[in-house]
């Protein structure tokens, strides 16, 4: 029999005046009328939300959320800090350093409000935990570590089985840039989008293909040798401290349209899910639609821009 998820709980202390002033500056844009805008942030008020991953994006999303006025949050993450950790992370600094992500992340949510319920998974996102942290969520994000397989696929299968879950969404930064994605019912599931067995020891190409069919589009500089030498030698993924923000917004906005329902015509342009992602990049001001096919969207990036240049060293 496997094992009961571990839970730390935080109910919330509801105030409703207090509530209804400090999400007042939200109202304008949730409807079209008065009518609907309290609507829509009643129905944010009443929404579970799931984060899988309290890291750079997953921990400013918490908080993000609980600012919306969303006032139910389960977070999972089984990692704790470290100081590469503080470049770019909620929580993260001198004083948190070996203490688990999900942990802190709920405790700064709840510095700043009590009228947010809180459920912490601190084992992360496992076979025996998915289908709790999934269960009441209208919507679910994933945003655990991109060389995950079996823990998240386990956390889509959930999703997959879910009657209440609305949809799934995602977002990796990699260079200047950020994407968002997003699973929906029926649709592609992540194992078709990744095609890699699920408890198969990755190899050298394995990790490759999870690199290009979640991050896709290349910076303009360095050159993609230059990032996989830096990853050797480092050992992880390289992430820009002024990214994940980006990222967040992302997020946030798509799903209060979502929460809202509102993610539809007139209201917005639906973001088609995958293998369809949304691309925003800060350095170069691209920003479109593409799909995750197993090749570059801009193989010819830095190429292009920087053959034959004799580029100066900074000064």
């Known amino acids: 029999m496997l094992k009961k998820a571990r839970i730390i709980r935080h109910d919330a202390k509801f105030d409703e005046n207090f509530y209804w002033n400090r999400v007042n500056r939200n ?10 805008q309290k609507l829509s942030q009643e129905k944010l008020r009443d929404s579970v939300v799931g984060i899988a991953g309290c890291g750079g994006i997953g921990g400013l999303l918490a908080m993000t959320l609980a600012r919306l006025g969303v006032c139910h949050i389960k977070l999972a993450d089984p990692d704790s800090f470290e100081a590469s950790n503080i470049n770019r992370q909620l929580g993260a600094g001198e004083k948190t350093l070996g203490r688990n992500k ?3 992340v709920g405790e700064v949510v709840r510095e700043m409000v009590s009228d947010v319920t809180l459920e912490v998974f601190p084992e992360g996102i496992q076979t025996h935990t998915a289908e709790e942290f999934v269960d009441g969520c209208d919507l679910v994000f994933d945003q655990t570590d991109v060389y995950l397989i079996t823990e998240r696929y386990a956390l889509h299968d959930a999703f997959q089985k879910s009657e209440r879950t609305k949809c799934m969404l995602a977002s990796c930064v990699w260079g200047w840039g950020a994407n968002i994605y997003k699973f929906e019912k029926g649709g592609m599931t992540l194992k078709d989008l990744f095609q890699i067995p699920e408890g198969k020891k990755l190899d050298k190409d394995d990790v490759e293909k999870l690199i290009v069919m979640q991050l896709n589009y290349l910076p303009r500089f360095p050159d993609l040798k230059g990032i996989y030498d830096w990853m050797g030698d480092v050992g992880n993924v390289p992430i820009n401290a002024v990214t994940p923000p980006l990222s967040c917004y992302m997020l946030a906005a798509r799903a209060a349209l979502v ?22 990049d800060s350095a170069t001001w691209h920003s479109g639609i593409h799909q995750f096919d ?3 969207v801009n193989p010819d990036e830095h190429e292009k821009h920087f053959q034959g240049q004799d580029v100066a060293e900074p000064a």
């Open 259 to 280: 929460l809202c329902d509102l993610e539809k015509q007139p209201y917005c342009e639906p973001l088609p899910p995958v293998p369809n992602y949304y691309w925003y």
């Open 27 to 36: 109202g304008c844009f949730l409807g079209v009328d008065e009518a609907q």
């Open 102 to 104: 999900a942990i802190v």
């Open 294 to 296: 197993g090749n570059w």
